[in-house]
């Protein structure tokens, strides 16, 4: 079992940044993938970014590329992903999920544990 807690939340201006962590405790020596989704009020789960555990491969979703990095600690058995440019179509719940195996996967039902979502609000 993996449980993951999301912060970093909150109120932002367009324009601004955040910082969003997510904190890992249980089965942390896994070779697994973290994913950044976001899911905004009646649309779909979707994934904006991942990272392998070494941090040596990363993905973006083209839609926010440019404005995310991704990136982890293992020894604090987090993940970090660091949003800039924010803009009011950004606010959404976002989640992070771990994935016990080695290749990426954009798909939700991929991945085998989630954070409860921490909510981004950007105001215009």
């Known amino acids: 079992q993996v449980h993951l807690v999301e912060s970093g939340g909150g109120l932002v201006q367009a324009g601004g940044s955040l910082r969003l962590s997510c904190v890992a405790s249980?089965?942390?020596?896994?070779?697994?993938?973290m994913g950044w989704f976001r899911q905004a009020p009646g649309k779909e789960r979707v994934l904006l970014t991942s990272i392998n555990r070494s941090g040596s491969n990363t993905y973006y979703a083209d839609s926010v590329k440019g404005r995310l990095t991704i990136s982890r600690d293992n020894a604090k058995n987090t993940v970090y992903m660091h949003m800039t440019s924010l803009r009011p179509e950004d606010t959404a719940v976002y989640y992070c999920?771990?994935?016990?195996?080695?290749?990426?996967?954009?798909?939700?039902?991929?991945?085998?544990?989630w954070g409860q979502g921490t909510q981004v609000t950007v105001s215009s």
């Open positions: 249980g089965r942390t020596d896994g070779n697994y993938v």
């Open positions: 999920a771990a994935r016990f195996k080695l290749f990426f996967s954009t798909r939700p039902d991929d991945y085998d544990y």
